[in-house]
């Protein structure tokens, strides 16, 4: 089946500094969104992509669709204590409408 | 902006009983919402996709009967975990999407804690 993988796994990063984590999908994505999740809270939603190559910006944070459509990225930037949480990528895989959650990157800015 | 609400937000049960979880719309019409479980610091899983005045879909693993649900109306979809055990402990999240233009945003409800005795 498919599988989104995103890496880091977990990131420690001191207050100021840029964060990024990455998707990776095995087969073509016809669309991919990116969720946030407090500690204690459910998913927000925050973007989604749908043009190859798109780069979509939401203040300090970078949204990019890969050319080939199989990997996207989350860029922050100056990290702030706000920005602590997991960040999810997901998207319908198939030719349905269900979401598919990758892994997760759980980001820890320390003060 | 869209609201998903979630009844009730915690359970604690004992082995062998089945507990409900109700998921609503509280101001649009969901004609699909969608049944996640979550484990502690994992991801969430979709576990079935719940459609209004038909069946559900399910995902490959997910047992059906194990899981029964029913999306009764354009508001309500509702998560019955039968004769639960300790394993069917997890956070329960159901979600409901709203299309709007070339974009589908998914709104979450704020999810049910099960805790199986």
């Known amino acids: 089946g498919q599988q989104v993988m995103q890496i880091p796994q977990y990131q420690h990063v001191q207050e100021g500094e840029d964060f990024t984590t990455y998707c990776n999908s095995s087969?073509?994505?016809?669309?991919i969104q990116w969720y946030k999740q407090r500690p204690g809270g459910h998913p927000v939603f925050l973007i989604q992509l749908v043009k190859s190559g798109e780069v979509k910006k939401q203040k300090r944070l970078t949204f990019q669709f890969g050319e080939a459509k199989k990997n996207s990225s989350l860029h922050i930037t100056a990290t702030q204590t706000t920005d602590v949480g997991t960040y999810f990528c997901?998207?319908?895989?198939?030719?349905?409408?269900?979401?598919?959650f990758g892994t997760g990157t759980s980001l820890t800015v320390i003060p | 902006g869209a609201v998903v609400s979630q009844h009730p937000s915690w359970v604690i049960c004992k082995s062998g009983t089945s507990v409900k979880i109700e998921c609503r719309s509280l101001?649009?019409?969901?004609?699909?919402m969608f049944w996640y479980r979550q484990f502690p610091k994992q991801s969430l899983m979709l576990m079935a996709t719940s459609n209004e005045g038909s069946k559900a879909t399910y995902e490959q693993g997910v047992e059906k009967d194990k899981f029964l649900i029913n999306h009764a109306s354009l508001t309500l979809s509702t998560l019955t975990v039968t004769s639960a055990h300790p394993e069917d402990s997890s956070f329960y999240i159901c979600?409901?999407?709203?299309?709007?233009?070339?974009?589908?945003?998914?709104?979450f409800g704020p999810g049910t804690r099960l805790t199986v005795l």
């Open positions: 101001d649009f019409q969901a004609t699909t």
């Open positions: 979600s409901a999407t709203i299309t709007s233009g070339n974009t589908d945003t998914q709104y």
């Open positions: 997901a998207g319908p895989w198939d030719t349905g409408n269900q979401f598919y």
């Open positions: 087969t073509t994505l016809s669309n």
